[in-house]
């Protein structure tokens, strides 16, 4: 079965570094998101990205975040000055369409730790 | 953020028993509703969905029912089996322009003893 795959597993970073999180969603999929849980919390929104342009952000997806489709299997997430409460685990999802009749697949997810 | 909520933090139920796993949400808009299941290590897994239309979807051993006047939904497993231990998200979507917008409750982590 297709997955969403998600590099690398585990990323430590210094503070106000910047850090490059990847992402290969399914391959006919059209809709690309990225959601965080941190520790011990619900796991959150962050941004959704269709037709090249992001669809929707959260509060959370300040000026500090962007996303790329630099290529037609690649969806990046970049954090461009990390800091310590960026700590988190990054999941990348992938969807066919808008809707919970085509849901969302979910990667692996990535952590990030900011020291 | 209080939109989704689960309010077990856990269930623990014998093998072959039901398992029965509830939420509640607050916003009448949302659209869909799903069930996800994370094992450690690995993302949400997505388990079955049910329209804001519908009051009841079945797949298998698990079965949603969705209340829209109380605000609550459940996901019912039969029969309960070990595999099925792990933590079960609810979640809520909201289409709004095209583009597609999932809120989860925090989970509520299930143990099928043998």
């Known amino acids: 079965e297709p997955e969403v795959t998600q590099t690398p597993s585990h990323q430590v970073t210094q503070m106000g570094q910047e850090v490059i999180l990847r992402c290969v969603p399914i391959s006919n999929h059209l809709y690309f998101y990225w959601y965080r849980q941190i520790l011990g919390q619900k796991v959150e929104f962050l941004v959704s990205f269709y037709n090249n342009e992001i669809s929707e952000k959260s509060e959370i997806f300040d000026d500090q975040f962007s996303v790329e489709r630099p290529d037609g299997s690649n969806f990046t997430l970049k954090i461009r000055s990390t800091k310590l409460e960026d700590s988190a685990m990054y999941f990348c999802?992938?969807?066919?369409?808008?809707?919970?009749?085509?849901?969302?697949?979910f990667g692996d997810g990535t952590r990030l730790s900011i020291l | 953020d209080q939109q989704v909520k689960q309010n077990s933090p856990s269930l623990s139920v014998q093998e072959g028993r039901i398992s029965i796993l509830n939420c509640d949400y607050t916003?009448?808009?949302?659209?869909?509703f799903l069930w996800y299941k994370k094992y450690p290590a690995e993302g949400p897994t997505f388990l079955i969905s049910i329209s804001s239309i519908k009051d009841k979807n079945e797949d298998g051993r698990f079965t949603v029912f969705l209340n829209k006047s109380a605000k609550h939904l459940s996901l019912h497993i039969v029969p309960s089996q070990p595999g099925d231990s792990a933590v079960y998200f609810c979640a809520a979507s909201r289409i709004q322009g095209g583009s597609e917008k999932l809120v989860f409750g925090k989970g509520t982590k299930l143990t099928v003893n043998p």
């Open positions: 999802a992938s969807s066919e369409a808008a809707g919970g009749r085509q849901p969302q697949h």
């Open positions: 916003n009448s808009m949302f659209d869909y």
